[in-house]
């Protein structure tokens, strides 16, 4: 310990400006013609509430300050549109290089198959840029790399583009999405708003439960 300085206190709040310098930043929650790529390929529950009744997460996203790191450097994606009638659905890539759209994951273990979420990120990175290849990274702490390439596929981004539309009515409406169960719900902070985490009521034994109560 060196003197009385708060030395965790700096760091974090160090890491909390890092963050919001590298995060996409909706401007106008409310405004259903702007909406983020983000926002639409994960759980759309998720992304309601981080626009109207947001939740601050205990832990430091890493994986957002690595790319928008990454993004802030010379050969970075800026921010792409894509126009869906009066919608502007917006995307950024990490890097686009030789053409080809790359984002970056950390993750604990190198996944065998790349995520859904992160599938239908980069292909709409691929149709906001108009570019036909695109690689996911995959990275571990101890600097695994796992790579995955793709096309871009037409399909996937049409099942985007009718997220991007249900997305739009429904902060018009301002009514909250429906469930959208995924393995990342238990680490979410919005666990509790979605399902029951407390049991309440009266513990039932085994033998209770089948009609064998013990005399």
């Not at 963050?19 to 405004?31: M, R, V, Y």
């Not at 894509?82 to 604990?108: C, N, P, S, W, Y």
């Not at 902060?171 to 959208?180: A, G, N, W």
């Amino acid at each position: 310990m060196m003197g009385d300085k708060d030395y965790k206190q700096t760091i974090n709040s160090a890491l909390d400006v890092l963050t919001k310098e590298t995060t996409q930043q909706i401007s106008e929650p409310a405004n259903k013609n702007e909406i983020f790529l983000h926002e639409v390929t994960r759980c759309m529950r998720r992304s309601y509430f981080d626009r109207f009744d947001a939740i601050e997460t205990s832990g430091k996203e890493f994986e957002r300050v690595l790319g928008g790191l990454i993004r802030k450097l010379p050969y970075g994606a800026k921010l792409g549109e894509f126009a869906i009638d009066e919608i502007r659905l917006k995307g950024q890539a990490d890097m686009i290089v030789d053409d080809i759209v790359i984002i970056f994951k950390t993750v604990k273990e190198p996944p065998e198959n790349p995520s859904a979420s992160d599938v239908l990120y980069l292909n709409g990175c691929m149709w906001i840029f108009d570019k036909t290849e695109g690689v996911i990274v995959y990275m571990t702490g101890d600097g695994t790399e796992t790579s995955f390439a793709l096309y871009r596929e037409k399909k996937m981004f049409e099942e985007v583009i009718r997220r991007v539309r249900v997305f739009s009515n429904l902060i018009s409406d301002k009514k909250v999405p429906i469930l959208e169960p995924s393995g990342e719900c238990s680490s979410c902070q919005y666990y509790e708003r979605c399902y029951i985490k407390k049991r309440e009521g009266k513990q039932i034994t085994i033998s209770e439960l089948f009609g064998s109560k013990n005399k």
